[in-house]
């Protein structure tokens, strides 16, 4: 079966760390474009750090960028995201996603919900508390 598999959401304080892992099952990452969303009740899911089938270009919102990195280990299948200096702005469910079609120089456009077709996490909660 065919899924992704998310762990390391939490509960923090601002300031705090916080690294999200998601586990590829039954799949390589290998050749994926590869996401990091999130999103709040009563608005729309939003991109939050993306990189290209290639792993060599990554884009990052401006909410996000210079705090968040984005990482991926082929070897073990999985997909992180390092949060650090967290906002209570940063309150989320967050989803990794997977997208089948080759990407490079991977921009905003790309980095959209909508253009991931592949395969979705079940999400996870991070919590920043003021």
């Known amino acids: 079966q065919v899924q992704l598999v998310e762990s390391g959401g939490g509960l923090v304080q601002s300031g705090e760390s916080l690294t999200l892992s998601c586990k590829a099952v039954?799949?390589?990452?290998?050749?994926?474009?590869i996401g990091w969303f999130r999103q709040v009740p009563g608005k729309e899911r939003e991109g939050v750090s993306c990189?290209?089938?290639?792993?060599?270009?990554?884009y990052y919102a401006d909410s996000v960028k210079d705090r968040f990195t984005i990482s991926r280990d082929i070897a073990e299948s999985t997909i992180y995201l390092k949060m650090n200096n967290l906002k209570p702005e940063d309150t989320a469910v967050y989803y990794c996603?997977?997208?089948?079609?080759?990407?490079?120089?991977?921009?905003?456009?790309?980095?959209?919900?909508?253009?991931?077709?592949?395969?979705w996490g079940q999400g996870t909660q991070v919590t920043v508390s003021s």
């Open positions: 990189i290209d089938s290639s792993g060599k270009s990554t």
């Open positions: 039954g799949f390589t990452l290998e050749y994926y474009t």
């Open positions: 996603a997977t997208d089948p079609r080759l990407s490079r120089d991977i921009g905003p456009q790309r980095c959209d919900p909508g253009r991931f077709v592949g395969t």
